[in-house]
């Protein structure tokens, strides 16, 4: 049981060391884990219980297939396995960021990054209102900016905002 578990743990640190999750860390793992842990079977009802549960599809899968090769303890290790490396990496950028944060230039870079990452958020929501085929543009945009004004002037909760958009999707967009 003692190897099992290690390999577990081995094969999800290797996973989430060389994948962003998603469909890449399925492949590896598929590659990694099929007929040395699991059977295929197992594996195919692994991603589909992952992806239609609410959450992180790669951590679920991780504590999946860990809990069909090893019960609970088999849960945890797979689970550590898979957290272990971004929590790490993120440990790291913060000490490093931490570090750096009296000096000037990073305060340039961010001012210099918030412009760029509006223009990203703004083309992403462009994007998903042309994909979502609405017929009509402006309808859309009405519905952003008043959720815009109500989070900026009105200083709604965002959580508040995106959860009244989408009750009030649900009635305009039908």
Same mark, same amino acid.
């Given at each position: &049981?003692?190897?099992?578990?290690?390999?577990?743990?081995?094969?999800?640190?290797?996973?989430?060391?060389?994948?962003?999750?998603?469909?890449?860390?399925?492949?590896? $793992?598929?590659?990694?884990?099929?007929?040395?842990?699991? *059977? %295929?079977?197992?594996?195919?009802?692994?991603?589909?219980?992952?992806?239609?549960?609410?959450?992180?599809?790669?951590?679920?899968?991780? &504590?999946?297939?860990?809990?069909?090769?090893? =019960?609970?303890? =088999?849960?945890?290790?797979?689970?550590?396995?898979?957290?272990?490396?971004? *929590? @790490?990496? &993120?440990?790291?950028?913060?000490?490093?960021?931490?570090?750096? %944060?009296?000096?000037?230039?990073?305060?340039?870079?961010?001012?210099?990054?918030?412009?760029? $990452?509006?223009?990203?958020?703004?083309?992403?929501?462009?994007?998903?209102?042309?994909?979502?085929?609405? *017929?009509?543009?402006?309808?859309?945009?009405?519905?952003?900016?008043?959720?815009?004004?109500?989070? @900026? @002037?009105?200083?709604?909760?965002? *959580?508040?905002? @995106?959860?009244?958009?989408?009750?009030? =999707?649900?009635?305009?967009?039908?």
């Amino acid at each position: &049981m003692r190897d099992k578990l290690w390999a577990l743990f081995l094969t999800f640190l290797k996973i989430n060391l060389l994948t962003s999750s998603g469909p890449a860390s399925a492949g590896l $793992l598929y590659s990694e884990a099929v007929e040395k842990l699991l *059977t %295929r079977e197992e594996f195919i009802e692994a991603v589909g219980y992952s992806s239609v549960l609410p959450g992180s599809d790669a951590l679920q899968l991780a &504590m999946f297939v860990g809990y069909r090769v090893g =019960g609970i303890p =088999g849960a945890l290790i797979a689970c550590l396995g898979a957290v272990l490396p971004p *929590t @790490v990496i &993120m440990l790291v950028a913060a000490a490093i960021l931490t570090r750096l %944060r009296g000096e000037a230039w990073i305060g340039s870079f961010v001012k210099g990054l918030a412009p760029a $990452l509006a223009a990203l958020l703004l083309i992403t929501a462009y994007n998903l209102v042309a994909e979502s085929g609405a *017929t009509q543009l402006w309808s859309p945009l009405l519905l952003g900016a008043i959720s815009l004004l109500a989070i @900026v @002037v009105l200083k709604v909760p965002p *959580t508040l905002v @995106v959860l009244a958009a989408g009750l009030v =999707g649900i009635v305009w967009f039908r």
